[in-house]
DNA sequence: TCATGTCCGATTGTCAGACGATCTGTCATG
DNA sequence: CATGACAGATCGTCTGACAATCGGACATGA
């Protein structure tokens, strides 16, 4: 409309409760308070605040779900480094709602794969070998397990991100992961003549991680991702159809 | 110590705010709550449960801080479908308190970029190649202001990922891309002289992905990350030195 | 000495009830 | 039809309270 007359700014009175948690979140984050500093009582923070203890407590329930505050044992509250895993199921179930595509979720699986491999190949450990072959080898015993195998996938595909001994790739990874853990299960129970074909790739694909081949490595996990999208293509669904909820 | 005791169970007693705020969050993921849907007044929910409004407000708010409800203009609660930029912010705060290190970073960067520029290639729209041209544009002028270019920096790895059309990707990369951005300021500004190859690989990557020249495409992103990497180290940081807070 | 039982203050989780401010919708007015 | 007045609903905040639990000090008994 009137294009040139004053534009103000909105005007949102932020809650007290917000102001609580807000001033809380910046002292963490400034470094003011470290994991496992005490937050203090809620008294403590009543009288510092000067605030109600109920407008107090809901401060302290938006932090403790950003993870970065929780109870201890004693119910006392203090400092919490948040743990990705637990912010990463929030992320997945946002793109749930979202209605991400199987097609996103396979895309971005493809195009996380490479660098990944390269990244576990750089940097895995012994011990990062022997829980990938032993994981392989429970695999091949359950082979008739459908559900079991499903399982063994993920944890598979778990062990793998964590040989990357990267926490920022884990973390890009992991909601990633969750999405693909319950669409993994219906292709491989929906179809178990998979199930070789799975265990084939798994095996090349730790034997590249201990001869580190990167070449070998990359094409057999190209594989595995191709030959999962096979089988979601012969369960039947729709590429464009959204992930749906199950499990996550 | 006695292995062979009898083993139970942790006890834990939930309170009852999380209690409300699980129930109202099933009902979300189970989808009998869609997005927009109201999710009552507190007095409503107050004799659904059967419990006091405080700890109704309190569960209230353990949903808002993840994003799942939020309030409208009107105050009412409704349910909300979570836009990952809000979480990511979540994500990349636990990343800096983690302590994660520019290695990790630059690493993460190098495995997602070769996979996002072939995705940016397969799905970019006309409209994205003009903001992107424009962003070039821009930053040639701007190319004296070092924080300029940092900004323009960010916002055109942003219009890349946007590029590729996909929200799990994005979503993916949306942390790292946030922890990236004030090392990129920081570099930049501490050394100048690297912006006219920032703006050349720029070119070239979007002359790649305008022509939809793969090779070329990720040719020069990764050239465009080393030099990143070159530019932190000639800062004179150490790369297993934790990335720090500054502006996110 | 060490394990057990007891008591007390501090803290959290929950509740009842209240008040002012703001939003929504209705109705009357000009 | 724009404006203003009004009532009801709802939220944000507060006061005050109580039970359950936790931590610690202390006493007791083997």
Redesign the pocket.
């Known amino acids: 409309m009137t294009q040139a007359s004053p534009r103000f700014d909105r005007i949102k ?1 932020r ?5 609580v948690a807000e001033a809380i979140e910046r002292k963490i984050l400034a470094g003011r308070l470290r994991p496992g500093d005490p937050v203090g ?4 923070l009543v009288k510092q605040f ?6 107090v ?2 401060g302290i329930r938006l932090l403790e779900q950003s993870g970065l505050v929780a ?7 203090s400092v919490a480094a948040p743990h990705y895993h637990r912010l990463a199921s929030r992320m997945s179930r946002a793109l749930i709602l979202q209605q991400v595509t199987f097609r996103e979720l396979y895309h971005t699986s493809r195009a996380l794969g490479p660098g990944s491999i390269d990244e576990a190949m750089d940097n895995r450990t012994q011990e990062d070998l022997e829980a990938l072959e032993a994981n392989l080898a429970r695999t091949r015993e359950m082979r008739n397990d459908a559900p079991a195998v499903a399982e063994l996938d993920a944890e598979f595909h778990g062990l793998l991100d964590a040989a990357t001994h990267n926490r920022v790739l884990q973390l890009a990874k992991e909601p990633v992961s969750m999405l693909v853990r319950p669409t993994t299960a219906l292709i491989i129970t929906s179809n178990p003549r998979g199930i070789p074909r799975l265990i084939e790739a798994h095996g090349h694909i730790v034997d590249a991680l201990t001869r580190r081949d990167r070449e070998k490595g990359r094409l057999w996990m190209d594989r595995h991702l191709r030959d999962w999208k096979a089988g979601f293509e012969l369960s039947g669904r729709d590429l464009d159809s959204p992930v749906d909820a199950a499990g996550v």
Chains 1, 2 share one sequence.
């Open positions: 009175a809650p007290a409760y917000e102001l009582t809620e008294s403590e000067g605030v109600n203890r109920s407008t407590r809901e109870r201890e044992a004693s119910r006392r509250l």
